[in-house]
């Protein structure tokens, strides 16, 4: 897809409508500093309900550009599908729960046009203490694994909280892999990676992952990213994106 503007900030959700009711005006506030831009939300919900609550957010905003998913595929693989759509020449990826302050976009923005088209910038929270034990340690494990065999430098921390290149990131999705994560294939692309600090917002939500659901994720990365990566390649079976679905404005669900 051509880049027709300076930004696209993107935002996966399930249900997300309350959250986004609140993030969107100091969001588009922020967008408006910054050149041309949208917000593309992805939907991971085929619900035809759940578009529909969604719908007065593009009616509402100009800047906002909703797609939505055929079938709940999780936040990863929705972070990609809407990568492969996005419009501006810069993406920034962040959560919909309000863990990422849009006063940081501005931050990672500039970074990031400053390292150029290989760019990858990533947000880290100033105060760790206030996150959950285990997302922190989500975060070391991550980092640790992708310093080792991807190349991530030290002390840069990953993080779903980052802004790349559109093109570079097209171009790095593009290429089927066994387990598709938008880092590691960004990263095994050897880009310019940097990271910007920012302070935690005051009432951090709760987590929505839990032991488990890291537990099994990390052990995923370990196999297709790490130590047996070449092992994967040749038992597994690389994936491709999924489409997405494309509602016009006509198309919205009545009630």
């Known amino acids: 897809m051509v880049a027709s503007l300076d930004l696209t900030i993107l935002i996966p959700t399930y249900k997300g409508n309350q959250n986004l009711s609140r993030l969107l005006p100091p969001l588009v506030a922020e967008l408006s500093t910054l050149g041309t831009g949208e917000i593309l939300i992805i939907l991971d919900n085929p619900n035809s309900y759940a578009l529909l609550e969604l719908a007065s957010l593009s009616k509402t905003y100009r800047e906002v550009r909703i797609l939505q998913n055929s079938a709940n595929r999780g936040q990863r693989m929705a ?8 419009r501006g020449r810069y993406t920034i990826t962040m959560d919909d729960d309000g863990s990422h302050p849009p006063t940081g976009i501005g931050q990672l923005y500039n970074r990031a046009k400053e390292l150029g088209p290989r760019s990858l910038v990533y947000g880290t929270c100033g105060g760790p203490e206030n996150r959950p034990v285990h997302r922190n340690l989500g975060t070391v494990l991550n980092t640790k694994l992708f ?72 052990c995923k990365l370990v196999l297709h990213w790490g130590p047996f990566a070449p092992l994967a390649r040749r038992l597994c079976v690389a994936q491709v994106l999924p489409p997405l679905l494309h509602p016009q404005e006509d198309q919205w669900p009545v009630s």
Not at 79 to 86: R, V, Y
Not at 165 to 192: C, D, G, H, N
Not at 202 to 218: G, H, I, K, M, N
């Open 79 to 86: 972070t990609l599908q809407g990568i492969s759509q996005a």
């Open 147 to 218: 310093q080792r065999y991807l190349g991530l430098p030290s002390p840069i921390r990953v993080g779903s909280f980052r802004c790349f290149a559109t093109k570079f990131a097209q171009e790095a999705i593009a290429i089927p892999v066994t387990f598709p994560y938008l880092s590691a294939q960004l990263l095994s692309r050897k880009p310019q990676v940097d990271q910007i600090f920012y302070e935690a917002p005051f009432d951090q939500p709760e987590s929505r992952y839990t032991w488990l659901v890291l537990a099994r994720l990390f």
